[in-house]
T-cell receptor, first 118, second 116 residues
Framework: AQKITQTQPGMFVQEKEAVTLDCTYD???????LFWYKQPSSGEMIFLIY??????QNATEGRYSLNFQKARKSANLVISASQLGDSAMYFCAMREGFQNTGRRALTFGSGTRLQVQP | KAGVTQTPRYLIKTRGQQVTLSCSPISGHRSVSWYQQTPGQGLQFLFEYFSETQRNKGNFPGRFSGRQFSNSRSEMNVSTLELGDSALYLC???????????????FGQGTRLTVV
């Protein structure tokens, strides 16, 4: 089964509007972390926001917020007031907990290509 | 503060050759991870190094190897290159590798490898 599922290969949004990028995850661990990254055409992965599985409040970082619904295993990214520079690939990722073997690697979804239109 | 630096940025190699990619993490970061990104497979974890020790390894053949030096700089090597090794190879550094779920990983711009 896919660990991270991003069902929207591509999204369009008008400049200044809000957009939600979907992410669902699958894990049996109680302790895990969820991340969103932005990848512009240059290739670099830019960290946007993090949500821990035990965090009671949704994470926010400037125009980015994470709509965390633990029971549904979803961690959607909300970008408010979209800007032209937000056009990029967006990846949801998860770092699962561990038992005795230490931290595990990031598992990424397939990404959503967001295009912001003027 | 300098970010994660990967060299070279672009590389073209022939099948059967070997290649070495380099990654210099953010100063003070001791954990370095490598990922392969291809259109077909997406982003896949290769391995993680912490304090010169490989702590974690993804599901890649033994042709893929890596190491980390005492200054935390890391190299990955791919031997006997195949066409399918063409990809963007991304390196990420983290402040620590331990019981911290929210240790964010800072990525470099990647090395784009083309095998012909």
């Amino acid at each position: 089964a896919q660990k991270i599922t991003q069902t929207q290969p591509g999204m369009f949004v008008q400049e200044k509007e809000a957009v939600t990028l979907d992410c669902t995850y699958d894990t049996s661990d109680q302790s895990y972390g969820l991340f969103w990254y932005k990848q512009p055409s240059s290739g670099e992965m830019i960290f946007l926001i993090y949500q821990g599985s035990y965090d009671e409040q949704n994470a926010t970082e400037g125009r980015y917020s994470l709509n965390f619904q633990k029971a549904r295993k979803s961690a959607n990214l909300v970008i408010s007031a979209s800007q032209l520079g937000d056009s990029a690939m967006y990846f949801c990722a998860m770092r699962e907990g561990f038992q005795n073997t230490g931290r595990r690697a990031l598992t990424f979804g397939s990404g959503t290509r967001l295009q912001v239109q003027p | 503060k300098a970010g994660v630096t990967q060299t070279p940025r672009y590389l073209i190699k022939t099948r059967g050759q070997q290649v070495t990619l380099s990654c210099s993490p953010i100063s003070g970061h001791r954990s370095v991870s490598w990922y392969q990104q291809t259109p077909g497979q997406g982003l896949q974890f290769l391995f993680e190094y912490f304090s010169e020790t490989q702590r974690n390894k993804g599901n890649f053949p033994g042709r893929f190897s890596g190491r980390q030096f005492s200054n935390s700089r890391s190299e990955m090597n791919v031997s006997t290159l195949e066409l399918g090794d063409s990809a963007l190879y991304l390196c990420a550094s983290s402040l620590e590798s331990g019981h911290h779920m929210n240790t964010e990983a800072f990525f470099g711009q990647g090395t784009r490898l083309t095998v012909v």
